[in-house]
Nanobody, 127 residues
């Protein structure tokens, strides 16, 4: 059974940093794109960042570009999201997702194209 488990969320002051981790189990994820999404109360889930299977390509939402960095360690089946210069508007539940449709597929920004999701981790940024 495929499982994604996020960790690393919490409460931080504006300007601070957090690093989220997503541990994958149940199969090898190394050839598949992975992404991070977030959902604030009353809003739709939105794209944050995505990374290719071997980690050579990364993509970011304009709102986080230059502040967030996505990376992966395929030996550990883990994806990370380093978040710096956090703002109150970054407050949301952050979800890790895997696109297991096609090996070496293109990392999509679309929520609907990801096949497996974690349970989410809360990030709260105070002003």
């Amino acid at each position: 059974q495929v499982q994604l488990v996020e960790s690393g969320g919490g409460l931080v002051q504006a300007g601070g940093s957090l690093r989220l981790s997503c541990a994958a189990s149940g199969r090898t994820f190394s050839r598949y794109p992975m992404g991070w999404f977030r959902q604030a109360p009353g809003k739709e889930r939105e794209f944050v960042a995505a990374i290719s299977g071997i980690g050579d390509s990364t993509y970011y939402a304009d709102s986080v570009k230059g502040r967030f960095t996505i990376s992966r360690d395929n030996a550990k089946n883990t994806v990370y999201l380093q978040m710096n210069s956090l703002k109150p508007e970054d407050t949301a539940v952050y979800y890790c997702a895997a696109d297991l449709r096609i090996p070496n597929g293109y990392p999509s920004r679309s929520v609907g194209l990801y096949t497996n999701w974690g349970q989410g981790t809360q990030v709260t940024v105070s002003s």
